[in-house]
């Protein structure tokens, strides 16, 4: 058995990785809101953003599909802007598998928000912090394992897609096909040790990614600077 292309791979890691980051970008913020708002709208956006974990991924890719089409707003705005479509290009993959992960990143984040609770906050500002440095000086370190927790199940999330990227992104080589593509390429044509080389790689990475990961987060003291 030859050695298996690893670009896939290498691209999953790469979608994963800058979805995370986008992820934490976005998510955090979003996350704070849903912990500590009284809106009478928090049960509508807590509902949309966990819808993900419901629907199939071959719906979410579909309308994800629909959405980024060069002759729509948004896929228009954004060939006009960038001079390439959304829809099958590495640029659609990450917008697709950030909405699709998003609660992966929110949920827990939201969690550690609510139990740090309104007390350290309010210790901060009677020491007159602004909202900002209370944030991160208090709530952050103290919600670390929360933000350990969205990297960890972000970041692995993505890189077992498959419904969604191959709906928004097809199969070409360098640019959309990830682990997951290249797996089931390997199945359709029979060849089944390539598909089991791959798939070995990937169940290897990701266990150690996840103990690794786990392992930290059970041994690390939380800390608030």
Do not use: C, K
Request: net charge neutral; charged share 10%; aromatic share 12%.
């Amino acid at each position: 058995m030859s050695w298996p292309d690893l670009a896939p791979l290498w691209l999953s890691v790469q979608l994963a990785g800058v979805t995370t980051v986008l992820l934490l970008i976005v998510g955090t913020p979003l996350a704070w809101w849903l912990a500590t708002t009284r809106a009478r709208m928090r049960p509508f956006i807590e509902a949309l953003t966990a819808m993900p974990l419901v629907l199939p991924p071959t719906v979410l890719g579909f309308y994800f599909l629909i959405l980024f089409n060069p002759n729509s707003t948004i896929g228009g705005l954004w060939r006009d802007a960038t001079g390439e479509t959304l829809t099958f290009s590495f640029s659609g993959l990450v917008l697709a598998s950030a909405l699709y992960s998003l609660p992966f990143m929110v949920q827990p984040l939201q969690t550690a928000f609510e139990a740090v609770g309104r007390g350290p906050m309010e210790a901060a500002a009677s020491l007159r912090a602004s909202r900002l440095d209370a944030f991160f000086s208090v709530a952050v370190p103290m919600a670390r394992r929360g933000f350990l927790t969205g990297i960890v199940l972000s970041f692995a999330h993505t890189i077992g897609e498959f419904g969604v990227v191959l709906m928004v992104g097809g199969n070409i080589p360098g640019q959309t096909r990830v682990i997951s593509i290249a797996i089931y390429e390997q199945v359709e044509v029979l060849d089944y040790a390539q598909a089991h080389a791959l798939s070995a790689i990937l169940l290897v990475f990701s266990f150690t990614v996840l103990l690794l990961v786990y392992t930290l987060n059970r041994r690390a003291p939380v800390r608030v600077g």
